[in-house]
Structures are given as structure tokens and as C-alpha cells.
């Protein structure tokens, strides 16, 4: 049956087991990948944009016709794009100038008005830190004073965890057969982590749930940070404490390098036919080392968050 809007397409994405890439390794145990990348707005974060700006309806805090405003490094911003476009709402979304340039141009053909913020001196394109962010952050908020909008705030409004406790975590367990037996995320919000994880350990008492980050900004760990820098667009955004991450079950904290996710999703692409982007590669790189250790013989759930289509300006397939 035809759906009377995208926003009815938004999630119940397709899940895949990553055997091959088991078997080319020696492993033992199962990797579940959820194919976050086909929703409408090829990532993950479509399900986090429907899921505030429907609860913000709901409250009564999003007028008809308001102004929503968000930060974003693309992906939040493309799934706001397409919701507020259908719904009505216009549109601003506040980037950093490090985030690839595909993202821009996509939010900008969805609708939505692109402000780019400039990084902070001796910043790297393509290499977001949470300084470049707080400096996002702060337009985002100059822009929603001067025009009256609303602040979607994906940090911490409830809508976006909520989103993947009602959807992703359920889906997963479901397309897993009930049998996942840890799940591994790389944290942006950590809305994705809180919401899933939630739900699976109320699926399943024991099952386990590691945090990833970056190596060298691995932050929320306690680790020292030593390297704010990386490549994996999103998150790892060395920031101490996450609202979502705060009642959240977490059994262990887990790290990979920038190399590591861009090796795994090169892998990934060649051996599964999965065209992710880089954190895609680094939950694939973390679940892969958690079979090689603590996790074997599991079966462990990860989301692949973007389509690699996003990188196409980056190293990440050069
Ligand atoms: C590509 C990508 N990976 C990972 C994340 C982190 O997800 P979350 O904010 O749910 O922690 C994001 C968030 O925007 C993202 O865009």
C-alpha cells in the first residue's frame, strides 16, 4: 500500500547479517546491521527529526507555521528538512563549515535555509570538533532569538531518544529473531545509543551495551582527551556528558581510530554491498573487535547511521 506521505516511510528499515565479513575473518558470532541509510533522508536521523517535531506538536510547543531551527552535521538537519517540509514548518539549519558539502546542497534542494558557521582557527575540514560545534550552537541560538523560532534541539529534546526506544531498539529485536546479545554505537547525541539501548535491556535483561568514541576523544569513557580531531562525522564530539546517555544502560565504552572506521567501511562496501559512511564503519570496526574479545560467539546489533553517498567529496573512498 502506498504511503500519504514520506513521513509514513521514515524507519522499519531493512536489517542484514554481516557473515561474510564474519567468515572472511575467522570470527565467531553475528553482527546485525540495521540499513539506517535507506530511509527517506539516507540516515538515521530522520527517525530523531520526526520523533521531536511530532512531540513538540503534541505539547503544543511548535506553533502552526513556526520557525524551526536546529545544528546539525547534515543529517539531522536533511530528516528536519523533509518534516518541517511536509508539515509546513520553514526551515533553517546551522552547520559547520567542516561538514561535507553534499549536506548543504541536499538540505538546501529539501527546502531548508543553510547557514554554514566557519571552524575554529587551525580546524580541518571534514574533522568537526565539539569547539566547532559550540561555536554552531551558538549561531543556532542567535538565529532562533532574532526570528522567534523553534530550537529542535537534538542534544536534548526527549523526542529524539524517545524516536529510537519506540522504533530502532524494537526493530532490531525483532529483525534480530530476539536474538541480539549486545548493541555498539557511536554517540553523537547518543540519542540513538539511550533509546535502543533502553529498549533492548527491556527485551532482554543481560544484554550488553557499549558506547563507542573516537580514540583520543573518548570523553565520555572519563579518558583524557588527547585528540578532539577525526574524520567520523556525527559524533565523538568529546563532550563529558550526553542528557541521553545520563539513565541509560552502559555496560562498556569501547574506542576506534579514524582509520579503523574508514578501512571498515571501505570493507563493508566491498564485501557486503553496504555503502555506509564513517560511523557506519566505525560501529561495524567496534562490533567486529567486541566479537574478536569480550563479545564472542555474540550476536551484537549495530546501525549503519548514513549512506555513503554523503562522502563522496571526502578521503573516505578516495
Ligand atoms: C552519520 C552519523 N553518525 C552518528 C551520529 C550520532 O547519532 P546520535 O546523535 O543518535 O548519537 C549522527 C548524528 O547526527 C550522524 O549523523
Redesign the pocket.
Known amino acids: 500500500m502506498a504511503a500519504g506521505s514520506l513521513l509514513e516511510v521514515i524507519g522499519r528499515t531493512p536489517s542484514v547479517w554481516l557473515d561474510r565479513m564474519i567468515a572472511a575473518r575467522g570470527l565467531e558470532g553475528r553482527i546485525l546491521a540495521k540499513l539506517d541509510y535507506l530511509n527517506p533522508g539516507f ?1 538515521k ?1 530522520d527517525r ?1 527529526a520526526k520523533g521531536i517535531i511530532e512531540m513538540a506538536e503534541a505539547s503544543g510547543d511548535l506553533r502552526p507555521g513556526q520557525t524551526v531551527v536546529e545544528l546539525t ?1 547534515g ?2 538537519g536533511t530528516g528536519l528538512a523533509i518534516v518541517c517540509g511536509i508539515k509546513g514548518y520553514p526551515f533553517v539549519a546551522v552547520m559547520s563549515r567542516g561538514n561535507s558539502v553534499e549536506r548543504a546542497r541536499m538540505m538546501e534542494a529539501l527546502g531548508a535555509e543553510v547557514v554554514l558557521v566557519d571552524q575554529l582557527p587551525g580546524s580541518v575540514p571534514g574533522q568537526v570538533s565539539g569547539g566547532d560545534l559550540a561555536q554552531v550552537d551558538k549561531v543556532a541560538m542567535e538565529i532562533v532569538a532574532e526570528r522567534g523560532a523553534y530550537r529542535a534541539d ?1 542534544f536534548h529534546h526527549a523526542g529524539n531518544a524517545r524516536a529510537h526506544l519506540e522504533t530502532t531498539g524494537p526493530e532490531m529485536w525483532r529483525d534480530s529473531d530476539e536474538e541480539l546479545t549486545a548493541f555498539v554505537d ?8 539511550g533509546g535502543t539501548m533502553t529498549a533492548l535491556k527491556e527485551f532482554k535483561r543481560d544484554i550488553r551495551g557499549y558506547v563507542l568514541e573516537p580514540i583520543g576523544a573518548a570523553a565520555l569513557s572519563g579518558a583524557e582527551v588527547t585528540q578532539p580531531e577525526h574524520p567520523m ?3 565523538g564530539y568529546a563532550m563529558a556528558e550526553l542528557d541521553f546517555l545520563r539513565n541509560a544502560p552502559v555496560d562498556g565504552y569501547i574506542t576506534v581510530t579514524g582509520e579503523q572506521a574508514r578501512a571498515t567501511a571501505r570493507a563493508m562496501a566491498k564485501e557486503e554491498g553496504i555503502f555506509g ?1 564513517f ?1 557506519a564503519g566505525a560501529n561495524v570496526a567496534a562490533a567486529l573487535d567486541l566479537l574478536a574479545g569480550p563479545e564472542k560467539g555474540g550476536v551484537v546489533g549495530v546501525v549503519i ?2 549512506s555513503g553517498l554523503k562522502y563522496l567529496s571526502t578521503d573516505l573512498w578516495a
Do not use: I
Open positions: 540516515s536521523k530523531a552535521s543529517n539531522m537534538q557511536f554517540a553523537g547525541s547518543g540519542g540513538t545509543y562525522q556525527g559524533g559512511g560511523s547511521c548514513d
